[in-house]
């Protein structure tokens, strides 16, 4: 028996050796797509023995020990989940960060985004009202990061924050009730076993189950918000309840939640920048004009009757006049002047109400069999008035007099006449739905075998329907002050909240956006080998598909409104607010067979958001070979984990085009694999400290909006085309690890990690010219004259077509950054005294043509410093994060090349404070968060800092319960 135990420890070893060494060799392969395969997902942190961090159960494939199904009792203070984050961290062999709720139903945070922030090299995208929505990591944009639940791909059918289109593979997070959740686990380096698809990295959010508590328990929690903007308080509660057997072989947890939150904020919007179409005229030239691309200010030729500020009626205004209204200006300064197209004041007034269950059962019926059955379904509906009074910029015919500007030419004094405002407002209802079903289990062969098993199904739908209804008000005058503040100011010469002014029809829309993700999978890992040496191999398929379908029936509407209304619009507007008018929406929709045509609103190419419809399926299998070994060097550890991963994936994708006049589905298909290669190493050279290398091959898969159809013919030859690309090829990452941590004792350590990344994959704007038939428009769908000419050409299988679509660039994006993380208990100062704080520095540069010089969406800074005491039952927690200015948009925005969003850098600070009564029953703790404290707004700008785009004041919020447990 020794005998056979020392060849099986030999053959072992020689095999992970091989499959280590494959490793190597194929990380400096050439990227070359490959054939069908097979994969498998693993989504924990490893430890040092093969064990999932803290002994947690493995939600999917894990390095488990292969003798015992770990369990996790994540129970204690607040001081406790940060050792599980630092023992977390230690015990993994790749680099991952970590987030553990202190007790069930007690996660530190009332968003799983916000948990995040505390992780170094993660960023936010905020919604208007200050929340975190999605996560980014690494100087990349969230549709980069892989979010996985319980294990599982995640998807959620939803348009983001309110002015977000959420169209490519970002992942909403504010739908999730943070109560549900035990951990969130931030993987940074892949592992051969792990999801493919996150480049920046992978986050896995772990529900709870029975057995991480055991026993019988009762969890219940219960809150009132107040929101400064709103004044209204809101409910928020929870309550969780589980229960073990005796003989501790099966049980079961179910969970309630419920919150109803204000969707309230004020601000200021643009919709971007203009500058004046000046005519040659105005110019002072002959011909032509001297402004530049992307102008859509017209200043009108004469002044016409009731423009105001004391100007003659039939005045000429040429060059010479125009600059005598503006004495100091020349006219470069005047053909580029910068003002806001849409220059409004923005109110947002709703609700955004939350209701989530789930339930989890696990069985036991022997020390070498574990199943559990994950369920989790959760609901949003948001309710709310979008209101602003808009100055009409793009298209409008103000005149301006006395205009100043400065070196950058955006105006910062001005009176105009001749000018005009809008009304638009739109009622909002939005609607989302989720749920997700994650059997599974482990059943472990013997004392060195173990297969792990695990299915999921997923769904969700989202639906919004944002009529929108503008009004004209009639010619005004306007003062205009930009010397100072977060926006400028805008003062009208009438009074914009008159109901009795002559308010005129401009325009109602009926724009509706309905969306379905659908996922489903399974996975199979098997290992062969005991806790510390192991081969590890694994299955995989997934299938996970999104729909956006869009309706408009706005030109119904509105031939419905102008006739049933006419220019009788006293009976639906009133006073507002917030200084300017409002309209009876309800009223008007009644009265102008709304729900009828809403109804019955046909299909349209774009959603209201933005967002192009269309769907796409992505069916994907893999398979995966992995190695994890542990030697002794010289008395210390060392830790490998390699292998490689082969993902090969299925395309279809289908979406209207506009084919001779008409809307009309088009498909399209595609497919390609790849091989992923990674290698993390672990070396403990000290008790205390651990050095750390990893290198990987990782991939995303290219934006779904640049592959779907649209396809549109710009000519009646159908010679010239524009068309959606399938055949984009994915975004394929080389990536570098180097680092270490010195643990200090207790939870205290301190990091640094070093990474590069070098990506490929990014696109731009370029021509194909293939035959018709490669297109995947059916030949019937063309105009008569357009097959006519095909079949002149030689018909589809020859006749050529030069095609505009996205292609991926020759160049790279490098990436390299640095994060440093300290933990440090406090004791020696004040007993129960510490601190968290971590920072991140990127920056990233194009290499060839055609790549963005800057990824955008990403702070080059951030840091996050929290404050925490935690001692004779009291808890106060003070956090604040911290993000640099960053670049929002690519260049050319509102067609002047050199225009570009910004958001202005932004620091929040939060306060969490609690008391525990713990001679009470149920030991409850009065808890007490405020968040933004300092009220920090969100700003963006359009290239200068004076050139305000949006501003967004989201106020504070203060949040009082109770929270206690069975």
């Given at each position: 028996?020794?005998?056979q135990?020392?060849?099986k ?14 490793a190597?060799g ?12 097979a ?8 430890t ?18 292969t003798?015992?199904l770990?369990?996790v ?8 989940s940060?050792?599980?984050q ?44 200050g929340?975190?929505?999605n996560?980014?990591?690494?100087g990349l944009?969230?549709d ?24 490519n ?24 076993g ?7 990295g ?6 709870t ?12 929690s219960?809150?009132a918000?107040?929101?400064?903007i ?13 229960y073990t ?21 004020n ?12 005519s040659a005229?105005?110019?002072g030239?002959?011909?032509?004009h ?35 209204l503006?004495p ?8 580029n002047?910068?003002?806001p197209?849409l ?19 696990e069985w036991?019926?022997?020390?070498w069999?574990?199943?559990?059955l ?12 979008r ?12 005149i ?8 950058n ?6 009176n ?11 009622p ?13 289990g482990?059943l472990?062969f013997g004392?060195d ?10 769904r969700s ?5 944002a009529p ?16 100072g503040?977060n ?6 010469g009438?009074?914009l909240?008159?109901p009795?002014?002559p ?5 109602v829309?009926i ?29 995989a ?11 408009d ?6 031939n ?18 917030n ?15 709304y ?9 349209a ?7 192009n ?6 069916s ?8 994890n ?7 210390h550890?060392?830790?490998v ?29 595609n ?22 290398l ?32 399938p ?16 643990y200090?004792g ?5 990091a ?14 370029g ?13 019937s ?5 357009q ?5 002149l ?5 020859a006749a ?16 390299k ?35 963005p010089?800057?990824a ?12 925490y ?14 993000n640099s200015q960053?670049?929002?948009s ?11 969003i910004?958001?202005?850098a ?6 969490s ?15 007490l ?7 920090a ?8 800092d ?6 967004y004041?989201?106020?504070y919020?203060?949040m009082?319960?109770?929270r206690?447990?069975?």
């Amino acid at each position: 028996m020794v005998q056979q135990a020392r060849i099986k420890k030999t053959v072992l070893a020689h095999a992970l050796s091989l499959v280590l060494l494959g490793a190597v060799g194929v990380a400096h392969a050439e990227d070359q797509p490959s054939t069908p395969a097979a994969a498998q997902d693993q989504t924990q942190p490893q430890t040092n023995n093969g064990q999932q961090a803290n002994g947690q159960a493995a939600s999917g494939p894990s390095s488990a020990s292969t003798k015992t199904l770990g369990t996790v009792n994540v129970s204690g203070s607040y001081r406790s989940s940060i050792q599980f984050q630092t023992d977390a961290k230690r015990d993994a062999t790749n680099v991952t960060d970590s987030v553990f709720a202190e007790d069930i139903g007690k996660f530190p945070d009332l968003n799983i985004a916000e948990s995040l922030t505390r992780v170094p090299g993660v960023q936010l995208t905020r919604d208007v009202t200050g929340e975190g929505v999605n996560v980014q990591i690494r100087g990349l944009g969230t549709d980069f990061t892989k979010i996985l639940i319980n294990g599982s791909q995640l998807a959620v059918a939803s348009a983001g924050g309110l002015n977000a289109q959420n169209q490519n593979r970002e992942v909403d997070l504010d739908l999730l009730p943070t109560e549900f959740f035990t951990q969130l686990t931030v993987n940074k380096t892949p592992t051969p076993g792990m999801t493919e698809g996150g480049i920046a990295g992978v986050v896995d959010m772990r529900t709870t189950r029975p057995f991480d508590n055991p026993g019988t328990h009762l969890t219940y929690s219960a809150q009132a918000s107040y929101n400064s903007i709103g004044s209204d308080v809101r409910p928020r509660g929870a309550v969780i309840g589980s229960y073990t057997s005796a003989d501790n072989t099966w049980g079961a947890l179910v969970g309630l939640q419920a919150s109803k939150n204000d969707y309230d904020v004020n601000g200021y919007e643009t919709v971007g920048f203009t500058t004046p179409q000046l005519s040659a005229a105005q110019c002072g030239n002959a011909t032509g004009h001297c402004s530049p691309s992307g102008s859509s200010w017209v200043i009108p030729s004469t002044v016409p009757a009731g423009a105001g500020l004391g100007l003659v009626p039939g005045t000429t205004l040429n060059n010479a006049g125009l600059l005598a209204l503006n004495p100091g200006l020349n006219t470069s300064q005047l053909a580029n002047a910068l003002i806001p197209r849409l220059g409004r004041d923005a109110f947002t007034n709703g609700t955004n109400d939350h209701q989530s269950a789930m339930a989890s059962f696990e069985w036991r019926p022997a020390d070498w069999a574990h199943f559990y059955l994950d369920t989790l379904y959760s609901q949003k509906e948001r309710n709310f008035l979008r209101t602003d009074m808009d100055l009409v910029g793009r298209n409008g015919q103000m005149i301006p007099v006395n205009m100043q500007v400065d070196q950058n030419n955006v105006v910062t004094q001005a009176n105009f006449a001749n000018a005009q405002y809008f009304l638009e407002q739109r009622p909002y209802d939005q609607h989302t739905k989720f749920y997700n079903i994650n059997p599974g289990g482990t059943l472990l062969f013997g004392d060195d075998m173990k297969l792990d098993f695990q299915g999921y199904s997923q769904r969700s739908w989202y639906r919004q329907e944002a009529p929108s209804i503008l009004l004209m008000s009639p010619t005004t005058t306007v003062s205009f002050n930009n010397t100072g503040g977060n926006f400028p100011t805008i003062t009208p010469g009438i009074n914009l909240n008159d109901p009795t002014l002559p308010w005129s029809y401009y325009r109602v829309n009926i724009q509706n956006d309905a969306r379905v993700t659908n996922n489903q999978g399974t996975r199979w890992d098997f290992q062969y080998g005991d806790d510390s040496n192991n081969l590890r191999a694994g299955v995989a398929y997934d299938d996970i598909a999104r729909e956006i379908r869009a309706y408009d029936n706005s030109t119904a509407w509105g031939n419905e409104v102008k006739s049933v209304v006419g220019s009788n619009w006293g009976q639906f507007v009133t006073a507002g607010p917030n200084g300017f008018i409002n309209v009876n929406s309800s009223a008007l929709m009644a009265a102008t067979n709304y729900a009828y045509l809403n109804a019955t609103a046909p299909l349209a190419y774009s959603a209201s958001s933005g967002a192009n419809a269309g769907n796409i399926e992505e069916s994907t299998w893999g398979m995966y070979l992995e190695g994890n070994g542990k030697w002794d060097i010289n008395g210390h550890d060392l830790r490998v984990n390699g292998g490689i991963r082969h993902a090969y994936t299925d395309q279809t994708i289908a979406g209207p085009s506009n084919l001779g006049g008409q809307l009309t589905y088009v498909t399209l298909k595609n497919n390609y694999g790849y091989y992923l290669p990674s290698l993390n190493v672990a070396y403990n050279a000290t008790d205390s400290v651990i050095l750390r290398l990893a290198a990987s091959r990782s991939m995303t898969r290219p934006d779904p909006s640049a592959m779907l159809p649209n396809t549109n013919f710009s000519d009646p030859s159908a010679n010239v085309a524009s068309e959606g690309n399938p055949k984009l090829k994915p975004y394929i990452s080389n990536n570098l690890d180097i680092g270490g941590e010195w643990y200090t004792g207790a939870e205290g350590y301190v990091a640094l990690d070093l990474f590069g990344k070098r990506i490929n994959g990014f696109t731009v704007q370029g021509t194909n010219v293939v035959p018709f038939s490669q297109m995947g428009i059916p030949f019937s769908s063309l105009t008569d004259t357009q097959q006519a000419a095909i079949n002149l050409r030689g018909g589809p299988s020859a006749a050529q077509v030069v095609v505009s679509q996205q292609v991926n660039a020759d160049g790279l994006l490098q990436i390299k950054g640095a994060e440093a993380n300290w933990v440090q208990p406090l004791d020696f100062i004040v007993k129960g005294l510490g601190i968290q704080s971590n920072y991140t520095v990127v920056s990233q540069k194009s290499i060839g043509n055609g790549v963005p010089a800057q990824a955008i969406g990403i702070s080059p800074h951030t840091y996050n410093v929290t404050a925490y005491w935690e001692n004779y039952g009291a808890m106060v927690r003070l956090a604040y994060t911290w993000n640099s200015q960053q670049i929002s948009s690519t260049a050319n925005q509102n067609g002047l090349p050199f225009a570009q969003i910004k958001t202005d850098a932004r620091g929040q600070l939060d306060l969490s404070a609690s008391y525990q009564f713990a001679n009470v029953t149920s030991k409850p703790s009065l808890t007490l968060n405020v968040i933004n404290l300092t009220k920090a707004g969100l700003r963006q700008t359009m290239t200068y800092d004076n050139a305000a785009y949006t501003y967004y004041n989201p106020g504070y919020t203060i949040m009082l319960g109770v929270r206690g447990s069975f």
